[in-house]
């Protein structure tokens, strides 16, 4: 058994892992796989430790196997191939009353506020899980939660077949909202600096424009015909697609913020006023997203396995971490946890 912490300042160590006996109403898992996003490069960074503590174990984006359930588990049997929808909420808070507990006004999120799933071996609540159909594997399980994480911004959007969406940001995340839009029928254009994540967008079918060599948004008035964006994610985090989202969006285009800002950004209100654009926040997800994302995966109507672009054994977490932060780090890494 092993596990990956973090001990602080961009180090992660090897260390023996944990296999608690799971409580009432909780599950042991197997941890197959684990995916690394730009979350846990925020920790990585040491952005985080005051959620963290290091040290700590992190990790969240999974996919594994039941080997044990504590008492009261309905609906769940040792062998079950799950993922984990890692939001622990309180139940008893407004969000919570009203049904949005994925807003929870206590809520912690496992891995960051608690131990998380870069270990052999993870005791979860049961009420987190989905199960896997057969036709997924381990593999493209671990793409489940971030999926989820489009669905859930797809859905707030209120994407419509035939409308045209820009997604500023072509990371991970910007690219699972591009392939779940399109899966809903819409067109779809990547906004992206970074030439391999625009030709990665390319290849997918997407038509993919580079902000630092044009004008982006004559670019999008000429690709709309003069209409503007119906859509637009903001998936980016920076000022610079802050100040574009409002200057691409159509009259009644609506706006989805997607990226968490490091400092408030400016935002153009004048122009929300002025073409009666609408904004909408997205943050992480809700049930019927993880479902909605498995049923992609499983129909295939949305391909996971070309978004990977690495998998590495637990052991070599450093590594990986380093190449994320370099300037070629890839789409999706995965570790290997349980071998």
Known sequence: MKSAIYVGQ????????DRLRPGPGEVTLEVGYVGLCGTDLHVYHGNMDHRVCPPG???HEMSGVITDLGDNVDGFAKGDQVVVRPLDYCGDCPACHAGHSHVCHKLKFMGIDSSGALQSFWTVKARTL???PASIDLRRGALVEPLAVACHDVARARVQAGER???LGGGPIGQLIALVAKARGAEVLISEPTAVRRQYA???GFAAFDPTTGDLAAHVTEWTEGKGADVVFEVAGVQAT?????DIAATRGRICMVAIHSSKPQVDLFRFFWREL??????VYEAVDFDAAIELIASGAVDVDALITSVRPIDEIQKAFEAMDSADP???TLLECSH
């Open 165 to 167: 969406v820009v997604v």
């Open 10 to 17: 961009g180090r992660f160590e090897i260390g023996p892992g």
């Open 330 to 332: 890839g789409m999706k």
């Open 57 to 59: 174990v992190i990790g």
């Open 130 to 132: 989905h199960k896997l």
């Open 202 to 204: 390319a290849d997918a």
């Open 242 to 246: 802050v100040t574009a989202m409002t």
């Open 278 to 283: 609408e904004l909408v926040g997205a943050r």
